[in-house]
């Protein structure tokens, strides 16, 4: 393994091992919905550094394979273009720049 990958492993883990234990220390609400929500909540600086990049580049894979899978999509079930279209590209798209921080 080479000496940045190794780098770059150490300081993904360190900073997941740091967001992990900084989430307990959110304010705690009583209310049904806010424990609700709580479960479901993403820590904001792990979202913003760490997911959004991610989902960055996972939109780009996704609309590649859709350029792949189109033509073949175009030919056989014209009519079914858009489920594709919308797993590789729209939701990945959609959580990387429209869905609010720290809600996934």
Request: charge should be neutral; proline fraction near 8%.
């Amino acid at each position: 393994m080479s000496r940045l990958l190794r780098s770059l492993v150490v300081a993904f883990v360190t900073s997941s091992l740091i967001l992990a234990h900084a989430a307990p220390a959110l304010a705690y609400d009583t209310s049904v919905n806010a424990m609700e929500e709580q479960e479901h909540a993403v820590p904001v600086l792990f979202d913003a550094l760490v997911l959004r990049p991610v989902g960055m580049i996972v939109t780009g894979i996704g609309a590649t394979l859709f350029c792949v899978v189109a033509p073949i999509m175009a030919i056989t079930r014209p009519t079914d273009i858009g489920k594709p279209f919308r797993a590789l590209v729209i939701r990945p798209f959609r959580y990387t720049w429209v869905d609010p921080l720290g809600t996934h």
